[in-house]
Every structure is written in structure tokens, then in C-alpha cells.
């Protein structure tokens, strides 16, 4: 079964900084989605940025961009000029291409707080 | 605007009482899903449904059941069988099921059961 590990429960950032969330995953599939979402205070979940596991190049969502490593199954988000309406829990989430392709497997969250 | 609309969003039940959550979707999207989320957890998958008139276990589905009997609708309920009921309740919705489709989350319901 497949396993996303987020090691960091909380991390904090100075507001204008950059910050680094770790993930790192589980998996014997060699095509895959991989997701951070976000969920601020409203508890909403907000999907922020997604990397299909064959795509060498690594996404970009403005000020949101990721560091994957398909070797050491590693998938960790970076968030340049951080502001404070960033702060919220976000949530690294895994979706195979196999017999679990429906399934989105969650890790347990960072809670990124943003300090003025 | 297109969305994921889940009511109430504060629930207050007593124990041995079945209640049901509501989930409506009008993104036309053919999955639906609920999943649980507990403090220092992450969200853990409860049931989904591929299509009206299906729908399939997840991983934690024990005192749970679901119907889908519009496309639109996914309502969730919580039986007496559940053994820890209060938690945070989210529905989503995706196209499809397919690994490359992205999943949108409603507001989600805030279960309290005493």
C-alpha cells in the first residue's frame, strides 16, 4: 500500500522568506500523481500544486514550487515570498495510476504558521 | 460558480443516533467522495462512488453508510455503529477516478456526537 510521509508536524516562516515542507512517499507504481493542498483556518482544502510523477520538469504555481525527486521519492513544496494569508496546514497526497487510482492518500499535514 | 456545497456545517448529535450529512456537487463531475479527518491526521477515506448507483468502501467505512442516488448528490450517514463518530467530515468531488484527475473539496461538517 502506498505510504506519504510528511516529517515536519509544524514549521514557521518569516513573512517576505522562503520555506521548504518536506514529503516523502511509498510506492512500487511507476506513474502517479502527487498533490499539496492546503488548508488555511475555514478548513477548506485547497489544492495548490500537482507533479505527474512522469514529467521531469518540475511544477510552478506562481510563488508554489516543488523539488521532485522520483529516485528518492521525495516531493517537497517551496514557498518563496511567503505571506501571511499562507499560513494554514498543507497536506502532501498521493494518487496511483493502479488499482487505487481513485484513492487520494493523504500524509498527516505541517502546519506552516507566518510570522509578521 | 461551480461547486462542492456540504450542510450543516456544525452538527451536535446524541449518542446511539444515526444523523446524515449533506453533500451536493454542481461541477458534473462523475466521483464522489467522504473522507474523516481527526486531529494530527490526515484525511482518511470513508467511501467513494464512481457513478450513480455505485459506490465502494474506503478504508475506514465501519458504521458509515452512503447512497448515490443522483449524480449530484453523495449524502453520508453516521450509524450508531460508529464507534467514534465526532470528527471532521469532507466530501469531494473529482471528473473522474483516474490518477490524473485532482480532487475538490466542499467546506466540510464538523460532527460532534455526546
Same mark, same amino acid.
Not at chain 2, 51 to 56: A, K, R, T
Not at chain 2, 105 to 110: A, E, P, S, V
Given at each position: 500500500a502506498q505510504t506519504v510521509t510528511q516529517s515536519q508536524p509544524e514549521m514557521s516562516v518569516q513573512e517576505a522568506e522562503t520555506v521548504t515542507l518536506s514529503c516523502t512517499y511509498d510506492t512500487s507504481e511507476s506513474?502517479?500523481? #502527487?498533490?499539496?493542498?492546503?488548508? =488555511? =483556518?475555514?478548513? /477548506?482544502?485547497? %489544492?495548490?500544486?500537482? /507533479?505527474?510523477a512522469y514529467k521531469q520538469q518540475n511544477a510552478t504555481e506562481n510563488r508554489f514550487s516543488v523539488n521532485f525527486q522520483? &529516485?528518492?521519492?521525495?516531493?517537497? #513544496?517551496k514557498i518563496s515570498?511567503?505571506?501571511?494569508?499562507? &499560513?494554514?496546514?498543507? *497536506?502532501?497526497?498521493?494518487? !496511483?495510476? !493502479?488499482?487505487?487510482?481513485y484513492k487520494l492518500t493523504f500524509g498527516k499535514g505541517t502546519l #506552516? @504558521?507566518?510570522? =509578521? | 460558480d461551480g461547486g462542492i456545497t456540504q450542510s450543516p456545517k456544525y452538527l451536535f448529535r446524541k449518542e446511539g443516533q444515526n444523523v446524515t450529512l449533506s453533500c451536493e456537487q454542481n461541477l458534473n463531475h462523475d466521483a464522489m467522495y467522504w473522507y474523516r479527518q481527526d486531529p494530527g491526521q490526515g484525511l482518511r %477515506?470513508?467511501?467513494?462512488? /464512481?457513478?450513480?448507483?455505485? *459506490? /465502494?468502501?474506503?478504508d475506514i467505512a465501519e458504521g458509515y453508510s452512503v447512497s448515490r442516488e443522483k449524480k449530484e448528490s453523495f449524502p #453520508? @450517514?453516521?450509524t450508531s455503529a460508529q464507534k467514534n463518530p465526532t470528527a471532521f467530515y469532507l466530501c469531494a468531488s473529482s471528473e473522474r477516478t483516474g490518477y490524473n484527475s485532482p %480532487?475538490?473539496?466542499?467546506? !466540510? @461538517?464538523?460532527l460532534t456526537v455526546t
Open positions: 506513474d502517479y500523481y #502527487l498533490f499539496w493542498y492546503k488548508q =488555511p =483556518p475555514s478548513r /477548506q482544502m485547497i %489544492l495548490v500544486i500537482r /507533479q505527474e522520483k &529516485a528518492a521519492k521525495s516531493f517537497s #513544496l515570498d511567503s505571506q501571511l494569508g499562507d &499560513a494554514a496546514m498543507y *497536506f502532501c497526497a498521493y494518487k !496511483g495510476s !493502479g488499482g487505487s487510482n #506552516l @504558521t507566518v510570522n =509578521p | %477515506l470513508i467511501y467513494y462512488s /464512481q457513478i450513480v448507483n455505485d *459506490f /465502494q468502501k474506503g #453520508l @450517514t453516521v %480532487l475538490h473539496f466542499g467546506n !466540510g @461538517t464538523r
